[in-house]
């Protein structure tokens, strides 16, 4: 895994592509949620599920058809009221995005084993040919230790600068718009 800070601060990032209009509180602490919950799996280790298995870590709970059916899930569940309007796809998108981030920046990290992008179907674990992202210790405790800091300073120049760097450049990207449009 990433750390809990680093699949938020993307979720952020990802959210703050999406209108304005249906941003809420609910949207950002749903969003949030689906970031962090493939690693409900780690729960597996206690019941002797093997790392490597469709249920492990970094399995199922990890690939790209659960960040689907995630995302349709949550919807259905939270947005209930906006089914029928073209809003439903906006949502889906959105909670499959982050669900989907989190076996994208686990794929960067330099440990553990690779992620099951296309379970059920194919169980080969992936990575990416580039993994600057140092892999976060399982457990709070071995979290805040001197690995866990330094895994927060690896997270901070490759997980949250480049977040920070796209939502500026979204903000100015909107700015500029709605300049160009008042000019009209
Ligand atoms: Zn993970």
Redesign the pocket.
């Known amino acids: 895994?990433?750390s809990i800070f680093g699949h938020a601060i993307t979720t952020i990032a990802i959210g703050k592509s999406f209108p304005k209009s249906i941003i809420r509180w609910k949207f950002w602490l749903l969003g949030i949620g689906c970031s962090i919950v493939?690693?409900a799996?780690v729960i597996g280790f206690s019941f002797g599920i093997k790392y490597n298995s469709f249920w492990g870590?970094?399995g199922f709970?990890?690939s790209l058809l659960f960040a689907l059916l995630l995302g349709v899930v949550i919807t259905i569940l939270f947005y209930s009221k906006d089914l029928k309007r073209k809003k439903t796809i906006t949502y889906i998108l959105f909670f499959t995005l982050c669900t989907a981030s989190?076996?994208i920046?686990?794929a960067m990290t330099s440990g553990g084993l690779g992620?099951a992008f296309f379970s059920p179907f194919e169980d080969t674990r992936h990575f990416f040919y580039w993994r600057p992202i140092q892999v976060s210790p399982i457990g709070i405790e071995r979290f805040f230790s001197e690995r866990g800091f330094s895994v927060l300073k690896s997270e901070f120049v490759w997980i949250a600068l480049p977040s920070l760097i796209y939502i500026l450049s979204l903000f100015v990207a909107r700015k500029v718009n709605s300049k160009k449009k008042l000019e009209k």
């Open positions: 895994m990433a493939p690693d799996d870590h970094r709970s990890h989190h076996g920046l686990d992620v």
